[in-house]
C-alpha cells in the first residue's frame, strides 16, 4: 500500500521510455488499498480515463484481477478451491478421490477463464466412453459444478462452464424392502449379542449408521424410552482427520437437527440390562467394538489333477512335480496342489512353535464399530446364511423402519421427523413399498370386476 493514498483515489504516473517519450501509467488502489495498474498509454488524458473507468467498474463489483482467470485449473483447485471450501471431513475425503481420478487429469493445465461448456460436454462423453456409471459422472459433476460456481462468484472466471451441460440420466431402481420374516432370519444369523443388538435398535429406530454407533447411556431415557439424536461419527482417513485418527464425531446428525423419538419397552429394557451388565458409564459407548478374533484359515487339502506331472520349465530350465514345496518355491508354481502344500506346510511349523506366530490382526478402532468390518465379517455372512436371495445393505434396515412405520398406519410427519428427513417428498418414497402393498388396489379391482360379472 502506498504510504499517505487513500482508497479509491488514481492518477496518472508520467514515465519516460526507451525512445526518450513520456508514457503515462493509468493507477489506481483497489479496495484493500493496493496498487493496481489500468494500462500504459501514451497520453495523460488517456490514461485518466482508465484509472477512472476502473475505478467505476470496481465500485459496481464487476471487475476482478485478470490474472486469476489465467491460472490453471489444477492451481486454482489446489491452491483456493479446495482448502478453502467449507465441508465435512468425510465430504473432503470423497471429493478428494473424485478430484483426482476423474476431474483434474482431464481439466489439469486448462486456464479457468478459458474452459467453455463445450470442454466440459466433451469430459462426459470422454467419463461415458471410460465405462463410469451415471452416478459416479453425476457426483463429478457436482465437484465440478460446485469449483465452477465459487469461481464465478469470486470474479475468476464470468461465465459457468457446467450450466446447460446434460449428463446421463441416474436411474432410480424400486426401494426393495426386506419383510420382517427376513429380517428375523438375518437376526438369528448373527454372532454376538453386542451385534444382535445393534442390529434390533437399528430396525426400531431406523437410525442412521454413524448415529446408532455412536450411541451413549446419557442420549436415553431409560424410564420414557426417549432417544435423543444430538451426534453422528465418521470413519475418515487419517489424513482428513484435524486430529490424525480414525473416528471423528461431529457434535450434531445429519441435517444440523436434533431429533428426539420414543422407542418399544422392550428394547430400551434390554438396552438398560446390557448396560448394567457391561458396567458403561454415562459417557461411554453402548454399542462398542465387540473382541477381535483373527480366523485362521484352515490347510488346504490335496488337489487332485489330470493335468501334468510336473511344473513349466522354470528361468533355468528346470521341473518340479506338483503339489511340492520345491515346486512353489523354485517353479514357482501357483496351481491349486503347489499352494495347498505350501499353506499345509507352514501351518504345520506354526502349530508346532517352529515359526514365530504372527500376532493378532486388529482393526484400528477406538471403540467405535467400523463399518465396512461389520458389513464384510458381520452382515454380509448372516444374509447369506439367512438364504434372502439378493443382497441387502445395513442401510436397508432405515428404509424397512420407515415402509414398516408406514404400511402400519403411522402419520407421514411423524415417520419424516422420526427419520430426521429435510423434505416430506424423501419419506414419501416409503409408501407402497412393502410386497404385500398392492392387496388393497387387487381386492378393489377384483371387487369391482365381480359387480360387473353379476
Known sequence: MIKGARVGVGYAKKRIGTDGK????????DLRGRLRSAGTFNGKREADRAWQSAEVKQR?????????????????????????????????????YNLDAHILPWFTVMRMAEIMPADVREWVTDQSAKGLSPHVIDKNMTILSGIFTTALNDQVTFLHACRGVKIPEVPKPP????????????????PDLI??????????????????????????????????????VVEVNPKFHPEGKRFLVQQYPKNKKYR??????????????????KA?????????????ERLVPEPRPAMESDGPELTEPNEKGRQYRHGTITAYSMAPCRCDRCRGAYATYRSTRRAEGKDKPRGRRRRDTDGHIPGDWFRKQVWHPAVAAAGIGRRVRVHDLRHAHASWLLAGGADLQVVKERLG???????????H??????????????RTRGRRTR
Open 195 to 232: 451385534l444382535q443388538l445393534l442390529v434390533e435398535l437399528d430396525i426400531e429406530s431406523g437410525m442412521r449408521w454413524g448415529e446408532l454407533t455412536e450411541l451413549r447411556p446419557h442420549d436415553l431415557s431409560i424410564g420414557t424410552g426417549i432417544v435423543t439424536v444430538s451426534r453422528t
Open 22 to 29: 513520456p508514457r503515462y501509467t493509468a493507477c489506481y488502489l
Open 433 to 446: 413399498t412393502l410386497p404385500t402393498a398392492d392387496e388393497t388396489a387387487l381386492d378393489a379391482l377384483a
Open 60 to 96: 459496481e463489483g464487476r471487475v476482478g484481477d485478470p490474472r486469476r482467470g489465467r491460472l490453471s485449473f489444477r492451481d486454482y483447485v489446489e491452491s483456493t478451491w479446495f482448502p478453502n471450501h467449507v465441508m465435512e471431513a468425510s465430504t473432503r475425503e470423497t471429493y478428494r
Open 421 to 431: 428427513h429435510g423434505s416430506i417428498a424423501t419419506t414419501q418414497r416409503y409408501l
Open 260 to 277: 428426539r423419538f420414543k422407542i418399544s419397552r422392550s428394547v430400551m429394557d434390554k438396552i438398560d440390562l446390557f448396560i448394567q451388565a
Open 280 to 292: 458403561i458409564g454415562t459417557d461411554d459407548l453402548i454399542l462398542f467394538m465387540p473382541e477381535q
Open 175 to 190: 426401494l426393495q424392502i426386506i419383510t420382517p420374516e427376513q429380517f428375523d432370519q438375518i437376526y438369528e444369523n448373527l
